[in-house]
Antibody, heavy 122, light 108 residues
Framework: QVQLQESGPGLVKPSQTLSLTCTVS??????????WSWIRQPAGKGLEWIGR???????NYNPSLKSRVTISVDTSKNQFSLKLSSVTAADTAVYYC??????????????WGQGTMVTVSS | EIVLTQSPGTLSLSPGERATLSCRAS???????LAWYQQKPGQAPRLLIY???SRATGIPDRFSGSGSGTDFTLTISRLEPEDFAVYYC?????????FGQGTRLEIK
């Protein structure tokens, strides 16, 4: 079955750019009409949706993060990626990638990666 | 932005009891786009309910969802030890997703 795995640096310096990649295995990222999302969770806090991408390259972002976020997709590698610029300590969180079911179904996040902890610190 | 408010913040119950978790939206939400997730410590969230009332694959029938408009409910009919976790509701609208702040279900 489809599985997702996040990868990237666990430590990022303030003002730099956080970069993460989600690798999709067990199926093609291009099959079906799925979107692919990034979601984060600061320690002990709730979930925050960052943004999503379709394999055509179409994106939607959380308005509160939009100015700093770029999500891209590489279908040849079965991967999608997150870049978050000008990070501060407030961006310290566990970052999850998740498959998002088609809008004409229910838009639910049905498969999640295990998450990767990113700390912003000098 | 649609704000989802979950109550109670913490619910203390015993195994075998019934749990009722509430999710209230600041404005009307399409039932098609209301979901519930369960999260255990150190794990990613797991989809429980989608479309407000449909159980996801492999979810036991003791979990049920209901509601419409601005008021939604997740009910666990008889709590099992593995059900003690944090539960989040989530909605989609205007190309934007939001989550509730979560309800912690703890063993009494």
């Amino acid at each position: 079955q489809v599985q997702l795995q996040e990868s990237g640096p666990g430590l990022v310096k303030p003002s730099q750019t956080l970069s993460l990649t989600c690798t999709v295995s067990g199926g093609s990222i291009s099959s079906g009409s799925y979107y692919w999302s990034w979601i984060r969770q600061p320690a002990g806090k709730g979930l925050e949706w960052i943004g999503r991408i379709y394999t055509s390259g179409s994106t939607n972002y959380n308005p509160s993060l939009k100015s700093r976020v770029t999500i891209s997709v590489d279908t040849s590698k079965n991967q999608f990626s997150l870049k978050l610029s000008s990070v501060t300590a407030a961006d310290t969180a566990v970052y999850y990638c998740a498959r998002t079911r088609p809008i004409f179904v229910d838009n639910a996040f049905d498969i999640w990666g295990q998450g990767t902890m990113v700390t912003v610190s000098s | 932005e649609i704000v989802l408010t979950q109550s109670p913040g913490t619910l203390s119950l015993s195994p075998g009891e019934r749990a009722t978790l509430s999710c209230r939206a600041s404005q009307s939400v399409s039932s098609s786009y209301l979901a519930w997730y369960q999260q255990k410590p150190g794990q990613a969230p797991r989809l429980l309910i989608y479309g407000a009332s449909s159980r996801a694959t492999g979810i036991p029938d003791r979990f049920s969802g209901s509601g419409s408009g601005t008021d939604f409910t997740l009910t666990i009919s008889r709590l099992e030890p593995e059900d003690f976790a944090v539960y989040y509701c989530q909605q989609y609208g205007s190309s934007f997703f939001t989550f509730g702040q979560g309800t912690r279900l703890e063993i009494k």
